[in-house]
């Protein structure tokens, strides 16, 4: 038996999985887990990436130039457990020829359901009407009480028009928004008859026409605090802001300076750029409904994740390129 398993991949996991994952892993490879489930420091990913051949992060591991250079000699796969890659340095994996995959549809339809529950819960202030109830302090219903504002007839932009942006899209329709999106490439007319989606190629240009604003960009040099106070300013006083794609895309000491000032309506939060610190100005504000970076946090979508990260170690081992292989340009 230890003559079988030395013959299989080493395989290390940062933390801990669906157990139905994990059983999976065991069975095929030389695994080792995290049952702890704490984020590695620097060191035990150091010691880790020195004895595996494959190793299996998560967004809060971040793998950069420095980890990769010295990385041992049997590393050829960072097989990342989810879709975003903007904690792995991927110019320093090629140099190494490591090899980089990722998780890529498999929490879409998850990621848009809680979107669009922020986008409903901010307007309608269902937050604050929920800790309302729960304080004891309500009195009962009065024509006054907890008034929001309606989202039927409303703008909604879309930042980042992608798998997830248009499963946004596709919700948000049904509720009565209109469509207007930015994206780094415009999409086939069919897909925008489909979706009824305005394309702005000019993103400044579109915040000025929206009443909420969702962003599904992934984080990299080019959307990192893409929406700044520069781009705050061209919103009016009214507009909502969601973000539940990346901490860093929204430049926060901004965000907060706007809603404390009335420059915007509210927010809504399911990611921030120092997780899990939130910043205290941000946990005050009752126009700001926060969630802890749970957008795809199913156990139908973690189990799948799972799947596909054995997928893709198993094409890997069997001398085929993995499915999911992410390039260097990935967006």
Known sequence: MAEKRAR??????????????????????????????????????????????????????????????????????????????????????????????????????????????????????????????????????????????????KALGIVGMGRIGQAVARRARAFGLSIHYHNRHRLPKLVEAELQAQH?????????????????????ADSECLIDARRI????????????????????????EALEAGRLAGAGLDVWRHEPAIDPRLLALPNVVMTPHMGSATLEGRVASGERVIANIRAWADGHRPPDQVLEGWA
């Open 200 to 220: 702005h190629p000019n993103l400044n240009e579109m915040l000025g026409a929206i009443d909420i604003l969702t962003i599904h960009t992934p984080r990299n």
């Open 8 to 153: 299989l991949p080493k395989v290390v996991v940062t933390r801990e999985l669906p157990d139905t994952v994990m059983d999976r892993m065991d069975a095929l490879f030389d695994a080792t887990f995290n049952p702890a489930d704490i984020p590695f420091t620097r060191d035990q990913l150091a010691a880790a990436m020195a004895e595996a051949d494959v190793l299996v992060p998560a967004v809060t591991d971040e793998i950069d130039a420095a980890l990769i250079e010295g990385a041992g000699e049997r590393l050829k796969l960072i097989a990342n457990f989810g879709a975003g890659v903007n904690h792995i340095d991927l110019k320093a994996a090629r140099l190494r020829r490591v090899i980089v995959t990722n998780t890529p549809g498999v929490l879409t339809e998850d990621t848009a359901d809680l979107t669009l529950a922020l986008i409903l819960s901010v307007p309608r202030r269902l937050a604050e009407g929920e800790k309302l109830v729960r304080s004891g302090a309500w009195t009962g219903w009065s024509p006054n009480g907890m008034l929001g504002h309606r989202i039927g007839g």
């Open 233 to 256: 300013a061209l919103m009016g006083p009214h507009v909502y802001l969601i973000n539940a794609s990346r901490g860093g895309i929204v430049d926060e000491e901004a965000l907060v």
